[in-house]
């Protein structure tokens, strides 16, 4: 068996060299070093220290404080302004219906309750934990892992901003009570203004729908002419992690029956939560063949010509293909037979196996795709059982459909940035569809979901695992989002792309797959063709960098990788990291990082090799015991000549 030699150092020495690349070296490469990137007329050639850092956290990713007085009988424990109220599981627990008047939020006109109203924090503190305590907070992490990082490579605290916001409200509601998007461009220009240089933006979740729509606000905003202008000084590159591009399935199932979170609440609770909160609707599925009217150009033409009293306008493919390009129908659900079945082209008879029967007679299945649930059939489909409808397509009309700034539940094009980076988890069982059926109990209990289709690789299935005709796909999603939505960016591609798939872990490269010039048709989903080793989980690059001069684009697949966690993968914040780098870096031969070989960038990723008795990753690693170390793994640590390695990925 082969043996390591192991080096005894002076302590004085430990602790000298301690943080030896991921702070010293970081900071002397990464912030303080000037340097233009890879030459373009188009490319930012200013000090790359000078970036800052947006982060857009996702849905219910902020946390919301109390800025009201109000006395919970039966507890000692009531609500003062600045208490935390999302989320603090010690005020749920004990008083929950104190708890629900400061969360719940009018239907109608997304104002507070008479009682209670709650604002969200501000600061980095508002998204890295959002019930902190010894035992809450690492359940509760958000954002924490990502600061940390930021801190270990020696960012600066004034270079990452966070812009939390209330993600209750609509994105008209967020502008006309908070002026958020007023701010959101404010923190732009400051940071420009303060570092010296643009923006880099990393959003989460619904945090992509906040930006997109960020986006749209600020054309009507600015002049035509300046508008393009203004992104490209002030944002050099966009991450969408995680982005519902189309929608989420499971926004639609928190809309019927209520989506607990895992917190120690009813459904039912849920239930009524979300549907009082107008961006729950934000999250609907859509059909990627609607679009609705162009606002920019009704805005600029004085709204001369004639509104048309269709909300979305639909290409034939819509119509000729099923289930509007998802994998199938979103909602079944049973609702008593009556006369008025016409108006709903999707109302179809069950078959005898899938009726029950009911107090009022055999019901009728109606089933429902993307595209009539963004345009209301649904709602105004069971509007006479259900008495959450009507508010629902009151907000989904008022607040979406005639949005003055857009219909955010309309297709994704490629945002006019840049530098864009699309990022998300993948292979993954992933809900797709749902049967529901009256539940025999009041309001707002009175849905249950009686089964559940996944998307598994190559098939659709039940609950109870029989497989379900669809629209299949060799790819699933991440859990929470639809492969259909998450990879919708690839359509921002162009005709020839780069795919490199290679392992998530460090690894020599002896695993690395490469195909140049993949040809990729738009409207067409593009897929690697390689070969996976078992039990191997890999990341899957694909990149564009020629189809529009000056701009890259490119989708990175991270296997099994959780939508909620994805945040935290440190795989993810590796190769941020290092295509960061890279950018930097004057002499750089490539638009993006090279995927030839992964070794250790932090003392963290050294680990001890148990097989060999000695630190894995030998050119790289090294064995330096510290005080306080109580394993061999935590005495790994990387060598003082290691910083050489990052040369390796320009």
């Known amino acids: ?388 409808s009507k508010r629902m397509f009151h907000q989904l009309k008022k607040l979406y459909h005639d949005d003055p700034v857009m219909n955010p539940l309309t297709p994704w094009e490629r945002p006019p940035i840049k530098n864009v980076f699309c990022i998300y988890g993948a292979h993954l069982k992933t809900e797709v569809g749902y049967y529901f059926a009256p539940s025999g109990k009041p309001y707002p209990d009175n849905w249950i979901i009686t089964d559940i289709i996944y998307e598994t690789e190559g098939s659709l299935v039940s609950r109870s695992g029989t497989v379900v005709d669809g629209n299949a796909g060799p790819i699933t999603g991440d859990e929470t989002v639809p492969y259909h939505s998450l990879s919708w960016c690839k359509n921002w591609l162009g005709p020839k792309v780069n795919i490199t798939m290679a392992p998530q872990p460090e690894h020599d490269g002896s695993d690395v797959h490469v195909e140049l010039n993949v040809e990729h048709e738009h409207g067409s989903d593009i897929i690697a063709n390689m070969t996976k080793a078992p039990r191997v989980k890999y990341i899957t690059f694909y990149e564009d960098s020629e189809s529009i001069t000056g701009k890259r684009t490119a989708v990175w697949e991270l296997d099994k990788t959780n939508h909620r966690n994805i945040v935290r993968s440190p795989v993810l914040m590796r190769e941020l990291w290092l295509q960061m780098w890279h950018d930097i870096q004057p002499g750089a031969k490539s638009k993006f990082v090279t995927k030839a070989k992964r070794g250790p960038l932090r003392d963290a990723d050294c680990y001890w090799d148990y097989g060999k008795a000695c630190c894995a990753w030998q050119e790289y690693c090294e064995y330096r015991y510290s005080f306080g170390d109580v394993h061999l793994g935590q005495s790994c640590r990387l060598r003082n000549t290691s910083s050489n390695m990052l040369l390796q990925y320009i």
């Open 1 to 388: 068996m082969r043996r390591c030699k192991i080096r005894q150092r002076p302590m004085a020495a430990d602790l000298k060299s301690v943080t030896a690349l991921c702070t010293v070296l970081a900071v002397v490469i990464l912030l303080f070093r000037g340097g233009a990137a890879v030459e373009d007329e188009t490319e930012f050639h200013g000090d790359y220290s000078k970036l800052s850092g947006i982060i857009i956290p996702g849905f219910a990713s902020t946390q919301l404080r109390a800025w009201s007085m109000l006395d919970c009988p039966y507890t000692p424990l009531d609500f003062n302004p600045l208490d935390l109220v999302w989320l603090d599981t010690t005020k749920l627990l004990s008083a929950v219906n104190c708890w629900f008047k400061c969360m719940v939020l009018d239907p109608y006109n997304q104002t507070d309750h008479p009682e209670c109203k709650s604002r969200p924090d501000s600061g980095l503190s508002a998204i890295t934990e959002l019930d902190p305590g010894y035992i809450t907070g690492p359940l509760s992490t958000v954002w924490k892992e990502w600061l940390k990082w930021c801190v270990e490579f020696g960012i600066e605290a004034n270079a990452i901003v966070a812009v939390p916001y209330d993600w209750r409200l609509s994105p008209t509601k967020l502008e006309e009570r908070d002026l958020y998007f007023h701010k959101l461009k404010l923190t732009f220009e400051t940071a420009l203004k303060l570092r010296g240089g643009p923006s880099i933006v990393f959003a989460h979740s619904m945090g992509n729908n906040v930006f997109r729509y960020f986006l749209e606000w600020l054309r009507l905003e600015i002049a035509p002419k300046h508008y393009l202008e203004w992104l490209d000084q002030h944002i050099h590159a966009y991450f969408a992690v995680g982005a519902p591009l189309l929608g989420s399935v499971e926004a639609i199932k928190s809309t019927l029956s209520g989506v607990t979170f895992g917190l120690p609440i009813s459904e039912g609770t849920a239930r009524l939560l979300s549907n009082s909160f107008a961006s729950s609707l934000w999250l609907m599925p859509f059909s990627k063949n609607c679009k609705g009217d162009n606002t920019f150009w009704t805005h600029f033409s004085g709204g001369a010509a004639k509104k048309d009293k269709r909300v979305y306008h639909c290409t034939d493919e819509e119509y000729q293909s099923k289930y509007s390009g998802w994998p199938t129908n979103i909602i079944n659900i049973e609702i008593p037979s009556t006369n008025s079945r016409d108006a709903y082209p999707s109302v179809t008879e069950a078959v005898q196996a899938n009726m029950t029967t009911m107090e009022c007679g055999l019901p009728s299945l109606l089933s429902f795709t993307a595209r009539e649930l963004a345009d209301g059939s649904l709602f105004k489909a069971i509007k006479d059982y259900d008495p959450d």
